[in-house]
């Protein structure tokens, strides 16, 4: 059997609906996904944390442990993709996901469809960049500041310190950093990170560029690296200094 999690897709669904699991389970197994069922928060983090899954399908609500403080743990030490699944129009649980570094979130009133596109989504967006990507604009490291991105290991790192990025995260800033003193739209930005629906809800990168603030070290009124440019978009600034209001 290969190593690749991302060949014939290993998912981790923790979720204490068994019928929910079951259809799940029933629709991704004939298109090549080894669905692993746990229905248990705690038991879930342990699963997850021993490695070997291509994503995390992970419901807010579960006994031992929710789904949020899972999220959390596994965010200090990995950057699996998570779709998280939430209940029916609870945008407070969809921010609160996507703050901690949930990769997506589907509420529960989901079709199997859409659940596939996203878990599709997602998993792209994590696979390390590979030969198809190999051209020397695509490899060549960029620095902004004490900001250092590699494209061509998916790594990032400030101040010679890792940065531990979501996929998506990684996307934005990436996206970012190539464009330094320029504005990007917030319609930009979801056209980098598509491959999903954003609906109405494009507050998501609104929310992603707050957990990348958190984690450069920004101060929300007088950022250093990624500025806010009213009713246009984002900047990451190479110069600050330039830039002070």
């Known amino acids: 059997m290969s190593n690749d999690p991302t060949e014939n897709p290993r998912i981790l669904l923790i979720d204490d609906d068994l019928k929910l699991c079951r259809l799940i389970s029933d629709y991704l197994s004939p298109l090549g996904y080894e669905i692993t069922a746990v229905h248990n928060g705690r038991e879930g983090l342990a699963r997850a944390t ?13 006994p031992g442990m929710n789904g949020h403080e899972i999220l959390g ?3 200090q030490i990995s950057t699996i993709p998570i779709l998280m699944l939430t209940a029916m129009d609870d945008e407070a649980d969809r921010i609160a996901g996507l703050e901690m570094g949930a990769d997506d979130y589907l509420p529960k009133t989901f079709s199997m469809r859409e659940l596939l596109a996203r878990l599709r989504a997602v998993i792209r967006r994590s696979r390390i960049v590979s030969t198809a990507q190999s051209s020397s604009e695509s490899t060549t490291e960029i620095t902004v500041q004490d900001l250092l991105i590699e494209p061509a290991s998916r790594r990032a790192a400030l101040a010679g310190q890792p940065l531990m ?14 464009s330094a003193d320029r504005v990007i739209s917030r319609e930009q930005l979801l056209n980098e990170i598509a491959d999903r629906n954003y609906e109405v809800f494009d507050r998501s990168i609104d929310v992603h560029i707050s957990s990348l603030r958190r984690k450069l070290g920004d101060e929300a009124r007088n950022p250093r690296y990624i500025r806010t440019v009213r009713s246009a978009g ?10 002070r209001d």
């Open 50 to 62: 021993g490695g070997g899954f291509a994503a995390i399908i992970l419901d807010v609500m579960l």
């Open 73 to 75: 743990q596994l965010r």
């Open 165 to 178: 990025l979501t996929p998506v995260e990684y996307d934005i800033v990436l996206c970012l950093a190539r």
């Open 234 to 243: 984002y900047m990451m600034v190479r110069h600050p200094d330039e830039w």
